[in-house]
């Protein structure tokens, strides 16, 4: 039977940046994202205010609204290969290897506690 390992990426395997973050400039860098996302994302944010603006743009997922769940996995692949795993230590590396030969299902979550695939 596989098992799931779970890995914090921000301030643990990734620290003093959000991954939140940088994959939102990712899909700004890749033009995934226009005016209209942006605009739906700080309406959003705006609508979310009870708990303060820092939890409102956490919670807020509004840029993806629309976008093909496939479209936002590829990316979320490409996000890592080409940026987290270039900030993830060798010996975390090492370590998540050795759940990735055991065949276990490896799940990273950012401080905003959205889990990601990988």
């Known amino acids: 039977m596989n098992k799931a390992a779970f890995f914090d990426l921000d301030g643990t395997l990734v620290s003093g940046v959000s991954s ?3 994959f939102l400039k ?6 995934m994202l226009n005016y ?11 609508n979310n205010l009870s708990g303060g603006w820092d939890e409102a743009f956490r919670q ?8 093909s769940v496939g479209t936002i996995e590829q990316l979320v692949q ?8 270039t900030l993830i230590s060798q010996r975390a590396k090492e370590k998540i290897g050795e759940h ?9 979550i950012p401080s ?7």
Request: zero cysteines.
């Open 36 to 46: 209209g996302d942006l605009f739906k994302m700080l309406l959003g944010a705006i």
């Open 20 to 22: 939140e973050r940088m």
């Open 78 to 85: 490409e996000f890592f290969a080409e940026r987290v795993n």
């Open 60 to 67: 807020n997922k509004y840029y993806l609204k629309g976008k």
């Open 100 to 108: 990735k030969l055991k065949g276990d299902l490896r799940e990273f």
């Open 112 to 118: 905003e506690g959205e889990k990601l695939r990988y």
């Open 26 to 31: 990712h899909l700004l860098q890749r033009k």
